[in-house]
């Protein structure tokens, strides 16, 4: 069943949510910070999820909108902290993972 899983499952928002998810727990064993772990948490279940429906329309649309979603508000964090860590990071690899999601979307035929 997890072969099957991970086999159909989008490789660059599984790894996005991925580091979203380590990020989010490293924040809260390293600051106690729980609503880093639970941002991250859930930030990584949603890329995650929409990562296993990329072949559909609305997987697309699902991680398009929330990776948009992180970046620009890690976006802001990182312009008003001027910390490229982990804010930076985060908006950086949400911004790409969006861009390359829409071209995919926009080239495919679903």
Do not use: E
């Not at 599984?14 to 727990?25: A, H, P």
Request: without cysteine.
């Amino acid at each position: 069943f997890f072969f099957f899983f991970f086999a159909a499952m989008s490789t660059p928002s599984f790894v996005v949510g991925l580091i979203v998810g380590i990020g989010g727990t490293f924040g809260f064993v390293k600051s106690g910070s729980v609503m880093s772990l639970v941002m991250g948490l859930l930030s990584a279940g949603i890329l995650m999820y929409a990562g296993s429906r990329i072949p559909t329309r609305f997987g697309y649309q699902l991680s398009i909108a929330y990776s948009l979603f992180l970046g620009v508000l890690m976006g802001m964090r990182y312009m008003s902290s001027g910390k490229f860590m982990p804010a930076g990071l985060v908006a950086t690899l949400s911004l790409s993972l969006s861009l390359y999601n829409f071209f995919l979307y926009s080239t495919s035929s679903v």
